[in-house]
């Protein structure tokens, strides 16, 4: 029905899923780019890693030998990062 509004207007169609696709790929894009500009300043300034939080993707990994950490949200995924007594990070 909407997109025969909007064919009605002279408007074309409109695929809402292909715009919900778009948005998907552009915020996966800026988190990747993050990511990695947020490894790189910690491998420039001579660090080991980055612990970094509020992306909502709870994640330990490496990224370019530099060791990437995000705690994730507490709302949403429910996660956190500790650090037991052994001094290994990880996500609960």
Known sequence: MFNAA???LGLPYWSLSKY???QVK????????FEH???EEARRRGGDGV???HI???EIRDINGVLYCNDGDW???LSAMVE???GELKII
């Open 84 to 86: 037991p007594a052994e």
């Open 56 to 58: 909502h993707k709870a």
């Open 51 to 53: 612990v970094c939080g």
């Open 6 to 8: 909007r064919h009605r």
């Open 37 to 39: 500009v947020m490894t």
């Open 20 to 22: 919900l696709k778009h």
């Open 75 to 77: 709302v949403e995924s």
């Open 26 to 33: 552009n915020a996966v894009n800026i988190i990747s780019a």
